[in-house]
């Protein structure tokens, strides 16, 4: 994996917030323990699964960039191929069943997952197994392994919280964010993106996904300032599960808005 971990210079926040994080600043009755007003910072130890897809790779980047993250330690069944003192990859050719690295999952803030499967040409028990199934087995471990640990999903937009619709992904989706939700973790979060920019050398490993890619970025920038609430970039939902483990948000499935309006906190140290 190769891409910038040159800091970029990030939107000023809005004087005044008004979206529907607009006061994450400000005395969440469940906000995690990391100071974020000049006090000494508590080194973070996180978590990333799907490291080397697109999305994850912009978390990857922007958690190695943050100065109050110390640890980042990644699961998946390869390698990320980066190099950088605080991270450490751990290969997992199994991502059923954790019982082999237990012991390297203990002590750990908050957990971003990442990790996802497209649901074309699939059958709903395949897509399921691969969505529901595995993301619960990880994130069951983690639960036991750290009751006090922040976990962040990365879902969808469109996602069925009722598990009844017609979209087979969708009710997928939403019986895997029911079920992280009951989980007794310190506290979780749905982020739910609709269209992602790729930036900083983030890449799909899905091969119609590239090519869209390349094909639309001439027009990404204009269609962001037009669509503001369907287009993110890689930086943006990086940035923007950082501040929810450290601060925590106020209410727990986060549409696009609320993900950028995340994503416009000031980060401590940059």
Sequence with gaps: ????LRKSQNPKPKANATGALGQILVGLPNAPKF????????????????????????????CLLDPEIETVLTVGRSSTGVRNPKLRDIVQ????????????????????????VSSAGMSERDYEKLTYTLTFAAA??????????????????????????????????????NALLRLPFKAAYMF???VIQPVHGARSKTTAYRIGYVLTRP???????????YILTT????????QVAKRGAPKTILESLDIRDCARAPVSGN
């Design 1 to 4: 994996m190769d891409f910038d």
């Design 35 to 62: 100071p974020t007003d000049g006090r000494q910072a508590i080194d973070m130890k996180i978590l990333i699964f799907g490291a080397t897809g697109m999305v994850g790779q912009g978390v990857l980047r922007e």
């Design 93 to 116: 050719p199994d991502m059923f069943h954790y019982t082999g690295i237990e012991s390297e999952l203990i002590g750990l803030d908050a957990c971003f997952f990442c990790l996802g």
């Design 140 to 177: 069951e471990t983690l639960a036991r392994l750290n009751p006090a640990m922040t976990f962040v999903y990365v879902s969808g937009a469109g996602t069925d919280s009722s598990e009844n619709g017609r979209i087979m992904w969708a009710r997928v989706k939403g019986k895997t964010e």
């Design 192 to 194: 739910r993106p609709g």
């Design 219 to 229: 027009v990404l920038p204009l269609l962001r300032r037009l669509f503001p609430q």
């Design 235 to 242: 930086e943006e939902i990086g940035r923007a599960i950082i």
